[in-house]
C-alpha cells in the first residue's frame, strides 16, 4: 500500500487559517483527494490535485506537488463548523481505490 | 448532492444472527467499495466491485461477503454476526472522487 502522513491532530482560532500537511510514499501515483468528515458522519469530498500547483475552492485550498510527494489542505476564515476530522487520499495509476491517511483532527476554537 | 443509500442506519444484533447491510446508488456508477470505520479510528476498505460480477476483498481482512448482480446495488453479508464485527461500515461509490453513503452502525451483542 501507499505510506501516508498526517498530523493526528491540529487546534486553530475560529477566522484563523489552518495549514494540514500530508506526505505519501506510492509508486504510479495518480492523484490524491482530500475529504471531510464529522464526528459520526459519513467522509464528504472536498478538493483532488493530479498536477502540481494550488487548487481553490472558497474557503478551502489544495497545493500538490509531486516531486516530493506533498500535499496540503488550507482551511482559511476557520468556522466552528469546520471541526471535523480531514482525511488525505491517494490513487495510483490503473486503480481505482484508494488509500487513506489515518485523519486530522482539526478543532476549531472560539 | 450524491444519492448513495445506506439501510439499516442503525443495528443492534444478537451473536450468530445473520445480516445484510443494504447500499444501493442512482448514479449509475461502476465502482462501489465497502469501508469498515471504529470510531475515530482510520477507514478501511473490505471489499469493492468495478462491476456487475465483479467483486474483490480490499486490504482489511473480513468475514463479510458481498454481492454485485446490478450496477446499483452492493449489499454485503455477515452470515454469522460477532461481537468483533461491532463497527460503522460505510458504502461508497465513484466514477471520479467517491462518495459516501450515511453508513450503517452495527453493534453485535
Known amino acids: 500500500g501507499q505510506n501516508i502522513d498526517q498530523p493526528t491532530e491540529m487546534t486553530a482560532t475560529e477566522g484563523a487559517i489552518v495549514q494540514i500537511n500530508c506526505t505519501y510514499q506510492?509508486?504510479?501515483?495518480?492523484?490524491l483527494f482530500w475529504y471531510q468528515q464529522h464526528a459520526g458522519e459519513a467522509p464528504t469530498f472536498l478538493s483532488y490535485?493530479?498536477?502540481?500547483g494550488l487548487e481553490e475552492k472558497g474557503r478551502f485550498s489544495s497545493f500538490l506537488s509531486r516531486s516530493k510527494g506533498y500535499s496540503y489542505l488550507l482551511l482559511k476564515e476557520l468556522q466552528m463548523k469546520d471541526s471535523a476530522s480531514y482525511l488525505c487520499a491517494v490513487r495510483v495509476v490503473n486503480d481505482y481505490k484508494l488509500s487513506f491517511g489515518a485523519g486530522t483532527t482539526v478543532t476549531v476554537r472560539a | 448532492e450524491a444519492d448513495i443509500y445506506q439501510t439499516p442506519r442503525y443495528l443492534v444484533i444478537g451473536t450468530g444472527k445473520k445480516i445484510t447491510l443494504e447500499c444501493s446508488q442512482t448514479m449509475g456508477h461502476d465502482k462501489m467499495y465497502w469501508y469498515q470505520q471504529d470510531p475515530g479510528m482510520e477507514l478501511h476498505l473490505i471489499h469493492y466491485s468495478y462491476g456487475v460480477n465483479s467483486t474483490e476483498k480490499g486490504d482489511l481482512s473480513s468475514e463479510s461477503t458481498v454481492s454485485r448482480i446490478r450496477t446499483e446495488h452492493f449489499p454485503l453479508t455477515l452470515e454469522s454476526a460477532r461481537p468483533s464485527h461491532t463497527s460503522q461500515y460505510l458504502c461508497?461509490?465513484?466514477?471520479?472522487?467517491?462518495?459516501f453513503g450515511p453508513g450503517t452502525r452495527l453493534t453485535v451483542t
Open positions: 461508497a461509490s465513484s466514477s471520479h472522487e467517491q462518495y
Open positions: 490535485n493530479v498536477l502540481d
Open positions: 506510492t509508486s504510479g501515483f495518480n492523484g
